[in-house]
């Protein structure tokens, strides 16, 4: 797709709000945009095409679309050949009021539509603003080309979809009920990414470890699939197996890390009430599954998790955790909470801060509650908690989490970590960057340059509540993924 004022190719620019699940379909929609012949622009201004691949979790994730929306209004003014697109979930939720707060906006796609981002770009260029929001879809990001600014690592989406009701998550109205891609196709796509060079995959999910489960029930209650398509359909071992109507999260776990190729293995993100023991076996006994839980708790009250209906105590989290720890010797644990959900007292916020204190988190994203309409806990505003409130709860607990994560990095000083490179320290570009696989950040000094992917052995020297600082000892593997270059317009 040319210009057709300069015969220069189109450029396109990506920004994303939001969580993994955003970034990679916004990866997606930037390989369909360069599949119909565009390139990447440096920046949003320069773009001749931008995309803002929305959140709706939070109340500040419409503050920011908007707030860009006002701004990019001026740029539309001065060049009025610019196309604006919202996708991704407020897109999904609230297409009419995106149309009314910003005019000026070309197209409007959902969760649902991405792969249809360039056919609608150019349908706006020939009759105008276009708004297409599917209710539901069985297609699969995964599916579609692909632009990754991390060439050795890819996020892998291993179904799409939410089947749980908590209160104060509007996920399941923005992108549907919970569906799993066939294991065989997963597999596929894998060793392709491994055949590409690719090291590192994050399999995804709204809730990985329920993965399969719909696929297994489908089979039992039909029981006509021959041997070969049960397997491609939910795994060798489901087929040759009593083919009972259970997840099959462990069983992917096993078959990625055990592609040719894939050095490590992580996902996001599992549910608590849904981690089995056959999970935590896989991950303990699979060496390609890096040693890193991301657990989200929400809230340490039993009576917060029952009104946020999670399905869990916190007697309950902690037993699954313990077994976690217990079977995968040096385990870093992550999670989420929401402080200042309606009715949250004084008494339910320091059993949050009691079992945050008592599990030691690496690291937390922590959030004050934000009403989503369309959800249950919204409806509860004469339960809601003054603001004044929640940000000296919100303070007490990232003390308590910073502390935890400092004393945990702290560990670590001495130790040799295996990373791989990320890059070049964004704050000190003579340093580089790597990841350990615990997920601990490492800035460290290399006499040699490293390409990204690469592998390397760091000793710890110091260490900051949020990364460590090291020292090379050796590197162990190259980068095996090509080079991606640029292609520079005509």
Known sequence: MEDSGSGA???????????????????????????????????????????????????????????????????????????????GCLAQKDQELV?????????????????????????????GPVTEILVESDEFPSALPVRRDAQHAAWVTIQIGCDNSCAFCIVPSVRGREISRPFGELLAEVHSLAADGVTEVTLLGQNVNSYGRDLALAMRRTDTAGPDDAAWRAGNSWASGRRSARPLFADLLRAVGDVD??????????????????????MAQTPAVCEHLHLPLQSGSDDVLAAMHRGYTASRYMEKLAAARAAVDDLAVSTDIIVGFPGETEADFAATLEVAAEVRYDSAFTFVFSPRPGTEAAESADRFVPSVVTAERMERLRAVIERSARLGNESRIGRIEEVVVEGPSKRDPTMLTGRT????????????????????????????????????????AAARHRTRIPVAAL
């Open 9 to 87: 190719k189109r450029s396109y620019f990506v920004r994303t709000y939001g969580c993994q699940m955003n970034e990679h379909d916004s990866e997606r929609i930037a390989g369909l945009l360069e599949s119909d012949d565009m390139v990447q622009a440096p920046s949003m201004a320069e773009a001749d095409v931008i995309v803002l691949n929305t959140c709706c979790i939070r109340e500040n994730a419409d503050n920011k679309l908007y707030g860009q929306l006002g701004n990019l209004k001026r740029l539309k003014d001065e060049r009025p050949d610019v196309q604006i697109a919202v996708a």
């Open 99 to 127: 149309r009314q707060r910003a005019p000026h906006v070309d197209v409007v796609f959902g969760t649902h539509n991405v792969a249809s981002a360039a056919d609608l770009l150019a349908k706006a260029r020939i009759s």
């Open 437 to 476: 696989r615990q997920n601990r950040l490492v800035h460290f000094a290399s006499p040699e340059t490293l390409r990204a992917g690469a592998y390397a052995r760091v000793r710890v020297r110091r260490a900051a509540t949020f990364h460590l600082i090291g020292e090379l000892v050796e590197v162990t």
């Open 261 to 282: 190729g894939i050095e490590r293995v992580r996902f996001t993100s599992p549910h608590p009430k849904d981690l089995r023991a056959d999970v935590i076996a896989a």
